[in-house]
């Protein structure tokens, strides 16, 4: 199984960033994917989180200081792919952001999540 993120970087305050999860070695297309991040000396939270598409017709659930500016979406076309548009930026986006795959419900919680990413750090500079 391998999960790996990409796209992190340094932006202004008030920039963008897409993120990317490319997932494989599982069926991930049936199932739950996430973003989740974790800033220095803070524990790992939620982000966002998107259903599969064939059931549930791609749900989607946010934290709420990122809804508005945070767009998650998935193409299951051939392996499983994650994405999340990041607007808006703000200096408390700053972390480290991991992609998790493997629940079979729309969540927030870590726990629910079986597979993980290294992670891609975000820095957001005021």
């Known amino acids: 199984v391998h999960v790996v993120e990409s796209g992190g970087g340094l932006v202004q305050a008030g920039g963008s960033l897409r993120l990317s999860c490319a997932a494989s070695?599982?069926?991930?297309?049936?199932?739950?994917m996430g973003w989740f991040r974790q800033a220095p000396g803070k524990e790992r939270e939620f982000v966002a989180a998107?259903?599969?598409?064939?059931?549930?017709?791609?749900?989607?659930?946010y934290r709420d200081s990122v809804k508005g500016r945070f767009t998650i979406s998935r193409d299951d076309a051939k392996n499983t792919t994650v994405y999340l548009q990041m607007n808006s930026l703000k200096p408390e986006d700053t972390a480290v952001y991991y992609c998790?795959?493997?629940?079979?419900?729309?969540?927030?919680?870590?726990?629910?999540?079986?597979?993980w990413g290294q992670g891609t750090q975000v820095t957001v500079s005021s």
């Open positions: 998790a795959g493997g629940s079979v419900v729309l969540t927030s919680r870590l726990g629910d999540y079986d597979y």
């Open positions: 070695g599982r069926t991930f297309s049936r199932y739950v």
């Open positions: 998107i259903n599969w598409s064939g059931g549930y017709g791609g749900e989607t659930l």
